[in-house]
């Protein structure tokens, strides 16, 4: 136990550098929320809801994270800072990271049945803070989240997806990623990959300016005609 808790902690250290010691992160409200739900998850399984919700209840009041006891979450769980919110049907993959303020939320049962409302994130993915994942949706091993995000429709695997509707940036993640991306978004470079076709479409708005300043010169001072008029 003791072993896997300090595993557990260190996979969080190598994603997040402010820290100084795993003491440290013991005071993480994700730490504490993530530790709730496996007590609550428990309960749920063992159809004690009301345990369940009255653990899920103290959970979220203390850690400002909520997290219902019927979401499956994988090892290696980190939500950095909190303020996340987490649907019954969600399933989460292992050495999944969220950032502050996600929302993993489900779609209107209009039908009164349940189902699975809520989407699944793959092994490795990482949502930026503020995005919104909705719906029962996949979202692909290794695919990354940008900040504010809003995410209605599967995500493939090793996608960096952004916007609202998010699309994606098509930069394949080996392109970017070794080891971990903080915020789920490449930062060194920009985003998207078509800087070419900018340059091209550049070099042919300053062919065109050249071209209407020589026309206007032209109108301005027109030739003269050769010879007399008679």
């Not at 979202?139 to 997806?161: F, I, K, L, Y």
């Not at 930062?187 to 300053?206: F, S």
Request: net charge neutral.
């Amino acid at each position: 136990m003791f072993k896997g808790l300090t595993s557990y902690l260190d996979s969080i250290h190598a994603r997040d550098p402010a820290p100084r010691s795993r003491w440290e992160i013991m005071f993480y409200p994700g730490v504490w929320a993530l530790f709730y739900h496996r007590i609550a998850h428990r309960l749920f399984n063992a159809r004690l809801f009301f345990l369940a919700r009255m653990v899920n209840h103290w959970s979220r009041w203390l850690t400002a994270i909520d997290i219902h006891p019927g979401a499956t979450i994988g090892r290696n769980f980190f939500i950095d800072h909190g303020f996340t919110v987490i649907g019954e049907t969600a399933h989460i993959g292992d050495n999944v990271t969220i950032y502050q303020c996600v929302t993993l939320g489900g779609t209107n049962p209009t039908n009164g049945k349940g189902g699975k409302r809520h989407p699944t994130l793959m092994d490795n993915v990482i949502i930026g803070s503020g995005a919104q994942i909705i719906g029962p949706i996949t979202v692909g091993e290794r695919a990354r989240v940008g900040a504010n995000a809003v995410v209605t429709d599967d995500v493939p695997e090793g996608a960096t997806m952004i916007g609202m509707k998010a699309r994606s940036t098509l930069v394949p993640v080996e392109t970017w990623l070794r080891e971990f991306m903080p915020y789920g978004t490449p930062c060194d470079e920009p985003c998207e990959p078509d800087n070419r076709r900018v340059d091209e479409l550049q070099a042919q708005l300053e062919a065109m300016k050249a071209e209407l300043d020589a026309l206007k010169i032209q109108l301005a001072d027109p030739p003269r005609r050769s010879g007399t008029d008679s």
